[in-house]
């Protein structure tokens, strides 16, 4: 598993409502010609079907460091991380690692890999001055985060459920062939 012909997209998946469909990413993922790795954050695999996206991709979930004796995944050379969360979203910008999709999102920009963040967060949290802070941050560090007019916008605080069948998951691929700014 350490080589794979083609483009490796990671998609990593955070605890959000959205993910429940990440599957509807993988699917316009393969159709554009990735091969598609998901990485769930611990809490986000209580909310993916985990053997229906094994399935789907060919390829285990992955949400945990490996093991010395288990194969490397191949390197991704595109990330996307949707749903994000205000959590991940936080930790992503301040460089924390915690756990497996954070080390792999902590490099990836230093590695040159393109990441698209796509949030999913409540108003009230998308007021704060960390969150503002943050995605000034990744910003900064050439992180393309999809957050704002015409991009994503957060839905009130406990009106999550209204927004699934409309979170813009195909707006975090095609921000993936977008030349750069």
Known sequence: MTESPGRVL???VCAAGPAVEAG???????DEGWIVQIVATPSA???IDVPALERQTGRP???R????SEPKPPRADAI????????TINKFAQGIADTYALGVLAEAPGLGIPVVVLPF???ALASRTAFRRSVAEL???GVRVLFGPGQYEPHPPSAAADRFDAYPWKRALTELTRPGD
């Open 10 to 12: 990671y998609v990593i």
């Open 24 to 30: 509807r990413l993988v699917a316009m993922a393969q």
């Open 45 to 47: 695999l209580d909310f």
């Open 61 to 63: 979930v992955r949400s």
């Open 65 to 68: 460091y490996r093991k010395p």
């Open 80 to 87: 996307i991380v949707a749903p994000a969360t205000y959590n």
């Open 121 to 123: 967060v409540n108003s």
């Open 139 to 141: 910003r900064a560090d």
